[in-house]
């Protein structure tokens, strides 16, 4: 793996430099080309002055920021740097907090902190502190021109910045038409709950993969061969309100005779 970026974790008076790395990666979908529709021929996106109209080269292309209309204002990585150099090269540890007390809604972005050489001591202790411990770092720390607020914890050997959002980044679900509690039917419920219960395993991420992208793949397989696709699946039709007790019930049973059949086999 490539670093990103070098940092120093801040922990009271201790400054642990640490080098920052992607703890996940992208696949995205199928990629798929845009094509002129009248001869297929790929069309291709460029950088076009909007003055001249001219191609503009990526080596000829520097940022700005408009601070009244039409005049700009340049900014080079140098700029951006001074504008507050502790706050760029350093990841600052606010305060611990218990990982269960984050909403989920603000992990954003997983990375990976490794410690630079001559850093492994500090960098252990911190780690088997937070084990000890049982909680979270929070820290701000800025990437990109922005700064963030984050989470370290640590994962087996490593310790891992979760890249999280502020508050006001974070959408209320107040203005949604949402159902009230007493929606809910009581016995409902109850049925409900085992069937939670049937379902309950302990969680393995390999048991998941893009079943989606393999059956475009398939998809499109079957068009290079000049087969009709076939419409995997079925579309999800809305549960009438009447039918829930009953379809609770008849998925309980499903699940009981999958769970035999698992055993028997």
């Not at 951006?80 to 984050?102: G, H, R, V, Y």
Request: charged content about 35%; overall charge negative.
């Amino acid at each position: 793996m490539r670093a990103l970026w070098s940092s120093s974790i801040s922990f009271g008076l201790i400054n642990i430099p640490v080098k920052l790395y992607s703890a996940s990666q992208n696949r995205g979908g199928i990629e798929l080309n845009m094509l002129h529709k009248k001869d297929l021929s790929p069309i291709r996106f460029a950088k076009v002055c909007r003055k001249d109209g001219e191609e503009i080269p990526y080596d000829q292309i520097v940022r700005g920021y408009e601070y009244q209309d039409g005049d700009y204002v340049v900014l080079t990585d140098e700029d951006l740097e001074k504008a507050a150099p502790e706050k760029s090269k350093t990841i600052d540890i606010k305060q611990f907090a218990i990982e269960s007390e984050i909403d989920l809604r603000y992990f954003e972005k997983p990375y990976y902190l490794e410690p630079s050489r001559g850093a492994e001591k500090p960098y252990a202790l911190l780690r088997e502190a937070l084990k000890e411990s049982s909680k979270v770092a929070v820290c701000t720390f800025a990437l990109r021109t922005k700064q963030h607020v984050g989470a370290i914890k640590p994962v087996s050997d490593a310790l891992v910045l979760m890249q999280m959002r502020f508050a006001d980044e974070v959408l209320d679900p107040k203005e949604l038409s949402l159902p009230p509690s007493e929606a809910a039917d009581k016995s409902e419920i109850q049925i409900a709950l085992k069937l939670i219960e049937q379902l309950t395993d302990p969680f393995n991420p390999h048991d998941f993969h893009d079943t989606y992208r393999e059956e475009l793949e398939e998809l499109i397989e079957d068009k290079i061969e000049g087969k009709r696709p076939v419409q995997k699946g079925h579309r999800p039709t809305k549960t009438p309100n009447k039918d829930i007790m009953e379809l609770l019930k008849a998925s309980l049973e499903q699940g009981r005779k999958q769970k035999t059949g698992k055993r028997s086999a």
